[in-house]
């Protein structure tokens, strides 16, 4: 797929990072950043900022120390060494003017630098005034994290403040969903083969179902996890982007902005959660975590079922749940379909002779497998589901941070979530927000809340098995 070439920006000359002493620095961009270097994508400046008093050298152990406990540690110090070579560093406070006049020097000669905003959302516009006050919005673009807000009105203020110091164009809302390569696959596999058109439809799909099944749990991140909870941190972004994949209408064209169109128009046609359409659940030991409130009613665990309300996807229910420390770590989508309208043979009416469904597991060991039935041997007209299913893991993916990173600096806007998509998503959920019932306890390593199987009943939610491999 192309980016439109309206879009097509020119490529960033610098990358500014905020928070690079941080957390998410540490864990995902230092090794994004590496991986980069290792195939010769990232030839750029790469400025840190953070309100550390560290130098330069602090900043370069730093990195060598993410990368080396990251997958694959270091396997090519040449790159580590140009990844190093590339770094400076501004240490200052976000609300002081200076560290703006320091980033100013430290970018050189850089004349469209993009800078990367990884730290709370609450200090977005704090870092926003500074680079304004100091032109640094000249010519430059803004990538900024996941939440984008915590509801529909923080989620327009967000975008409000963004904007005032960028043009639409140059804001890079990064959805790390977005960058998986198996993410990606569903858009290529829903329209690159036309045997799926046909069906894909009300006519055809009983339901839909996906999960982002967790068995960690909140791993330190109580205190932000508490800000948010499952449906805020992987919801009503994640999954929903998966759903908007799933049920959008062919783009009108070649090209990534159709795409988010399309996108759009499933955000817009989902039809707002209802308190009865949603089940809560938070497991036991959760309000011992550090940052968690001995009463909390964070939800760790998150069930509903929602509905388009389109042409193609009137009346079918697409059933969503995640949850942490549940009984495996999975992401999976199953696309069930209708029965034959007739049952001609002896299983037909067994409870388990479901109908047949595709199944994209997502992670981990990816997969698209589609399932039919097959006649057992013998006189009786009896079979079972057997899946068809396609290797879908490649060598050498790109990571997601590795592709959305290099996608943001070469002005490649395809991969990023719209504001308009934003809001309408908060939309659909906005309801639920806060009136809802408590949440329900359930065990560390069971499938969450019982009461989330009334939910999807007469039919059942089908557990992903994690350790299931990949077909060879
Ligand atoms: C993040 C959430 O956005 O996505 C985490 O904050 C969650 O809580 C993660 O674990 C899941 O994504 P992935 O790619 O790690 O499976």
Redesign the pocket.
């Known amino acids: 797929m192309i980016p439109d070439s309206d879009d097509q920006q020119a490529a960033a000359d610098a990358l500014v990072f905020f928070g690079a002493t941080g957390d998410l620095a540490h864990k995902m961009i230092f090794p994004a950043l590496y991986r980069m270097a290792k195939r010769g994508t990232l030839k750029v400046p790469v400025v840190g900022v953070a309100a550390s008093k560290w130098d330069l050298t602090q900043l370069r152990d730093y990195a060598r120390d993410a990368i080396s406990k990251a997958d694959g540690g270091v396997d090519d110090p040449d790159a580590l060494d140009r990844l190093l070579s590339l770094l400076a560093y501004v240490a200052g406070d976000y609300g002081d003017p200076d560290t703006f006049s320091a980033l100013r020097h430290a970018l050189g000669d850089a004349k469209r630098p993009a800078h990367y905003l990884a730290v709370p959302p609450g200090l977005f516009p704090t870092v926003v005034e500074g680079l304004v006050g100091a032109g640094l919005n000249q010519d430059a673009r803004v990538i900024i994290e996941?939440p984008f807000g915590r509801d529909l009105a923080s989620a327009k203020e967000l975008n409000r403040v963004v904007r005032s110091g960028f043009e639409d164009h140059a804001i890079f809302r990064i959805d790390?969903?977005l960058g998986?390569e198996e993410i990606m696959n569903l858009l290529y596999f829903r329209f690159a083969n036309s045997f799926l058109e046909p069906i894909w439809n009300r006519n055809y799909v009983a339901s839909v179902q996906i999960t982002?099944a967790?068995q960690f749990g909140?791993q330190g991140?109580g205190a932000f996890?508490e800000t948010?909870g499952c449906l805020r941190?992987?919801v009503e972004?994640?999954l929903f982007q998966v759903v908007a994949l799933l049920a959008m209408e062919p783009p009108a064209y070649q090209g990534m902005a159709a795409v988010s169109s399309e996108k759009f128009n499933v955000f817009k046609a989902m039809r707002p959660l209802a308190a009865d359409d949603i089940v809560r659940g938070q497991f036991v030991g959760y309000r011992d975590e550090v940052g968690v409130a001995k009463d909390s009613d964070v939800e760790t665990f998150y069930a509903s079922r929602m509905f388009i309300d389109s042409w193609r996807w009137a009346g079918v229910p697409w059933y969503l749940r995640s949850g942490?420390a549940l009984a495996g770590t999975a992401?999976e989508v199953v696309v069930e379909f209708k029965p034959p309208p007739q049952s001609l043979f002896d299983d037909a009416v067994q409870e388990d002779a479901r109908g047949n469904y595709l199944r994209f597991r997502l992670?981990p060991n990816p997969v698209i497998a589609l399932a039919a039935r097959v006649k057992r041997a013998g006189e009786e007209y009896v079979g079972d589901q057997h899946e068809l299913a396609l290797l879908n893991a490649q060598p050498n993916e790109e990571q997601?941070y590795e592709r959305l990173l290099g996608d943001a600096l070469a002005g490649e806007g395809g991969l990023f979530t719209r504001e308009d998509s934003v809001e309408a998503a908060w939309t659909v959920v906005e309801p639920v927000l806060d009136n809802h019932d408590r949440a329900h306890s359930y065990p560390s390593g069971s499938w969450g809340p019982e009461e989330a199987d009334a939910l999807i009943a007469p039919a059942h939610w089908h557990n992903p098995m994690p350790d299931q491999p990949s077909p060879v």
């Open positions: 996941k790390h969903y998986k982002l967790e909140v991140r996890y948010a941190d992987v972004n994640h942490k992401a992670s997601p």
